[in-house]
C-alpha cells in the first residue's frame, strides 16, 4: 500500500522490493512497502504543557490527527514540508529534535485560520504554530521574529506611558529590526498625507515624537501591569 507522507522517513528505514510475488499474489513496488521500526528515547514528555503553556497551544491535546489542517492550509499548497497535523504530532510525542528540523518553517504560518475554522477538535492549530514559533525564539533556536520586536516594543510602550504612539512604536521597530526610518510607503504616506494638508495631526505627531505623551498619574499602574506580566510568563515558563 502506498505510504502517505513518505517524505517525513528516513530513506534507509524504507524497504521495499520490485520483484515480490507472496502466495500466488504479485506485490511488486509500493504494494510491499514496510517501513523498518525505530526507538526514540529522547522525548520530552513535558513538552506538551510546554507548548500548553503559551497563547494559543493551549488546546494542543484535543488533536486526533485526522489531517484536515494540513490539507487546507495555506502554506501547505505552496511547500508541502509545510504541515501543521505532523508538528503537532511531534508535539504531543515531545520530539523536539524533530520539530527543530523545521525551524525554519515552521514560522512561516500566515495566520489565515483556514486550519482553525475547519478543525474538527476546536486545536486552533493556527495558535499551536505561533505558540511554537515562540518557543523557539526563547529557547534561542530561531531569532527573535519582527513581529515579536513589534509586541515587545507594544508593550514597552504601554509599560511606559500607558498609551500608544505610533511614530514612536514604528520608529524603535524599525531601529531593533535593522530597517531605515525613512521607507518607501512612509515617503508616499507623508506625501499623500500633505496634500490633504492635516497639518495639525502633523504637528501633533512630530511633537509627540519629541515629547512622548504619557497617561496622567501611570507611573505605578505601568510598574505593577509589568510586574504581573512578568510573574505570569515565570508561572507559564518557569
Ligand atoms: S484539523 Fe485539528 S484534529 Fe485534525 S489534525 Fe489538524 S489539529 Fe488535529
Ligand atoms: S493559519 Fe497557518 S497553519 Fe493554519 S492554514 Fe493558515 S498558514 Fe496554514
Known amino acids: 500500500m502506498a505510504i502517505h507522507e513518505k517524505s517525513l522517513i528516513e530513506p534507509e528505514r524504507l524497504l521495499q522490493y520490485d520483484d515480490l510475488v507472496v502466495d500466488g499474489v504479485d506485490v511488486s513496488g509500493h504494494w510491499n512497502t514496510m517501513i523498518t521500526p525505530r526507538t526514540l528515547r529522547d522525548y520530552d514528555e513535558d513538552f506538551e504543557k510546554t507548548i500548553q503553556s503559551y497563547g494559543g497551544g493551549e488546546y494542543v491535546h484535543r488533536c486526533w490527527q485526522c489531517g484536515s489542517c494540513t490539507n487546507s492550509c495555506t502554506m501547505y499548497a505552496q511547500n508541502t514540508q509545510f504541515n501543521p497535523r505532523y508538528w503537532i504530532y511531534l508535539t504531543r510525542l515531545g520530539l523536539k529534535e524533530e520539530l527543530i ?3 525554519d518553517i515552521i514560522w512561516q504560518c500566515v495566520s489565515c485560520n483556514k486550519c482553525t475554522n475547519i478543525c474538527p477538535k ?3 492549530p493556527e495558535g499551536v504554530m505561533k505558540a511554537l514559533a515562540h518557543w523557539m525564539e526563547d529557547e534561542g533556536i530561531t531569532e527573535k521574529s519582527p513581529s515579536t520586536h513589534f509586541d515587545e516594543e507594544f508593550a514597552d510602550q504601554i ?11 514604528l520608529m524603535h521597530f524599525f531601529k531593533k529590526t535593522g530597517q531605515p526610518l525613512m521607507q ?11 496634500k490633504g494638508l492635516p497639518i495639525a495631526q502633523m504637528l501633533r505627531m512630530g511633537l509627540n515624537m519629541l515629547f512622548p505623551p504619557k497617561t496622567k498619574s501611570w507611573g505605578r499602574t505601568g510598574e505593577v501591569l509589568q510586574q504581573y506580566v512578568r510573574e505570569q ?5 518557569g
Open 159 to 169: 509599560f511606559k506611558t500607558g498609551r500608544i504612539e505610533d511614530s514612536h512604536v
Open 233 to 237: 510568563k515565570e508561572a507559564a515558563h
Open 184 to 194: 518607501g510607503w512612509l515617503v508616499e504616506f507623508g506625501k499623500r498625507m500633505t
Open 122 to 124: 476546536d486545536v486552533r
Open 101 to 103: 528540523k523545521d525551524k
